[in-house]
């Protein structure tokens, strides 16, 4: 089965790898196949967040014939922070005058 690997080091940047995998492969295997966690100084332990088609799934889920396996950055910003930041930096501007 043919599946497609892909990590996002950084924002606009994405290392994709197609690999052949034998019926019954799990994400695990995927991952150790493609090479793309060694390559990036990952490692493949329970801190490791991976998943299929944009969600999240456990290392033995089961993979089907052109799935696209994701692996995930850890977050630097709580997204619920970095929206508060958003709103008052906004609300600074306006209040100053600006756009």
């Known amino acids: 089965m043919r599946v497609?690997?892909?990590?996002?080091?950084?924002?606009?940047?994405?290392?994709?790898?197609?690999?052949?995998?034998?019926?019954?492969?799990?994400?695990?295997?995927?991952?150790?196949a493609s090479g793309l966690p060694a390559r990036h100084g990952l490692t493949l332990d329970a801190g490791l967040r991976a998943g299929v088609w944009g969600?999240?799934?456990p290392l033995e889920a089961p993979l089907r014939e052109r799935d696209r396996v994701?692996?995930?950055?850890?977050?630097?910003?709580?997204?619920?922070?970095a929206r508060r930041l958003r709103y008052r930096q906004r609300k600074e501007r306006l209040q100053a005058g600006g756009g």
């Open 70 to 81: 994701e692996i995930y950055r850890p977050l630097r910003v709580d997204p619920k922070e």
């Open 55 to 57: 969600r999240i799934q």
């Open 4 to 32: 497609e690997v892909a990590y996002s080091p950084a924002p606009g940047q994405v290392d994709r790898v197609t690999i052949d995998l034998p019926d019954g492969a799990c994400l695990q295997d995927a991952l150790r």
